[in-house]
């Protein structure tokens, strides 16, 4: 459908969302490559390569249109669509991940919860029921689970994504501290905690 | 001390470390770049890239001495200090970071709890006390704290990123979804949720 585009790209334009999102509410039409670019901290000329990697050109002199470039991002990373997830592991990580408050107003909705502690299966967390890990195939057919969220420790993390894979899952979001190995079919994000605490610790201790 | 090494491989030698320690505690002596590439699906030769940026190199038909190349990553990383980390915000992200297993092992510690919860303050969580946010100052002083992790919702992360900073703090990590501006001697690394979540939606509506 578009071109690939690069995760650095990727990964900034729902940074420009955010704020799209926060001038379309305030009743802006028109925003220039120079306040985005100011914004962020990265040149003009960068937010120009990002947008037009995705479709959209300013006009020159003017700058991009609120409504039309936030829509344009918006279809870019799938968000028209809403997106049902499940998070493996009701612990301290799938709570917080449960009661994410920014879920809602992108269309990310937990739809279930799978647990293998006996005193929380049938239980709800934030309104959302905890199902048992081993009934995963059946509860994910029927709630039509798109994304897994991963949030059990590491020695558990490829026997879950195993699991999701098998239930016929295609998007899996890592919290483990472990490398998941998944068939090219299956797009995985890693979110590892300690590979962002050590990239603190090795810059700070190259002062 | 050592030349600047590019943040993909950075975030590669957490991945390593861990392998290393596993073969270490097993009592292996020698890995090859070719048993490292298969474990993490990259190429032996980007093994060996990576590995001669930390000035660790292999000898030829023999491979790396675990134990010298474990040690080697460890101190490009900064782990042979002991990292006094703040977490700010007892809410449930806050409370996976406290919590988090795998922190003792790579010298993390949780030192200090801020909030502005009265109900919050002066209890404890996971053994460590919950501080008023309005004696940070103080309370990172005595505690000598490294590292502020920002677990406090997105309208005060900036706030609290400044509160941080004016203490003397020079390492943030930040999950707040949301940008924040840090002067250049202050280290920022962030850990945005919906960032992840939107890099995998893209992935999942391109199929």
Redesign the interface.
């Known amino acids: 459908?578009?071109k690939?585009?690069s995760?650095a790209t990727?990964?900034r334009?729902?940074?420009y969302l955010?704020f799209l999102r926060v001038l379309d509410v305030k009743g802006r039409d028109v925003v220039s490559s120079v306040e985005l670019a100011d914004?962020?901290?990265i040149t003009p000329e960068q937010v120009r390569r990002d947008l037009s990697d995705v479709g959209q050109f300013g006009i020159k002199g003017v700058g991009y249109e609120v409504k039309i470039l936030r829509r344009g991002i918006e279809k870019?990373?799938?968000?028209q669509?809403r997106?049902s997830l499940a998070v493996i592991g009701a612990?301290?990580?799938g709570?917080?991940?449960i009661?994410?408050?920014?879920f809602p107003e992108?269309n990310?909705n937990v739809n279930a919860i799978f647990d293998v502690d006996e005193k929380l299966i049938g239980t709800k967390i934030n309104g959302v029921k905890v199902y048992d890990f081993a009934k995963l195939n059946a509860v994910v057919e029927r709630k039509i689970i798109?994304?897994g969220v991963i949030t059990v420790?590491?020695d558990r993390a490829q026997l879950v994504a195993d699991a999701l894979i098998d239930a016929g899952i295609?998007?899996?979001?890592n919290f483990a501290?472990?490398?998941i190995?998944v068939p090219p079919?299956v797009?995985l994000?890693n979110?590892?905690?300690?590979?962002?605490?050590?990239?603190?610790?090795?810059?700070?201790?190259?002062?």
Do not use: C
């Not at 870019?76 to 968000?79: T, W």
């Open positions: 459908m578009f690939p585009i995760n990727i990964e334009l729902p940074l955010r914004m962020f901290e870019i990373l799938g968000l669509y997106w612990g301290e990580f709570r917080a991940i009661e994410f408050k920014d992108y990310f798109d994304i420790p590491a295609k998007g899996i979001l501290p472990k490398k190995a079919d797009h994000v979110a590892d905690i300690l590979i962002k605490m050590t990239t603190l610790t090795y810059r700070l201790s190259q002062d």
